[in-house]
Nanobody, 120 residues
Framework: VQLVESGGGLVQAGGSLRLSCAAS????????MGWYRQAPGKRRELVAR???????NYADSVKSRFTISRDNAKNTVALQMNSLKPEDTAVYYC???????????????WGQGTQVTVSS
């Protein structure tokens, strides 16, 4: 299974970016999908997560600014980021809990990461 992210870049504080992630390969089903981020010198942290049924949860620091969505038919997940702050600067990673075959276990898959830089 491969996860490919797109949409990162440089933006001024107060601006917006939209990240997208597409899963491909052997996929029987995908449970939760999400976005994590890791800033220099810090641990990777959860940003937002969405279940196959559409239930979401967000880090407190991004609530009301970020919105996660997914398209189950296309195996994609997106993160709309508004009102960006310099502290949002990080590498953002896509994550998906994938079952490759009906008989296999669910495995957490990760994308390669995309850089988001917010200038003040």
């Amino acid at each position: 299974v491969q996860l490919v992210e797109s949409g990162g870049g440089l933006v001024q504080a107060g601006g917006s970016l939209r990240l997208s992630c597409a899963a491909s390969g052997s996929i029987f089903s995908i449970n939760a999908m999400g976005w994590y981020r890791q800033a220099p010198g810090k641990r990777r942290e959860l940003v937002a997560r969405i279940t196959s049924g559409g239930s979401t949860n967000y880090a407190d620091s991004v609530k009301s600014r970020f919105t996660i969505s997914r398209d189950n038919a296309k195996n994609t997940v997106a993160l709309q980021m508004n009102s960006l702050k310099p502290e949002d600067t990080a590498v953002y990673y896509c994550n998906a809990d994938v079952r490759a075959y009906v008989w296999s276990n669910t495995i957490a898959s990760w994308g390669q990461g995309t850089q988001v830089t917010v200038s003040s």
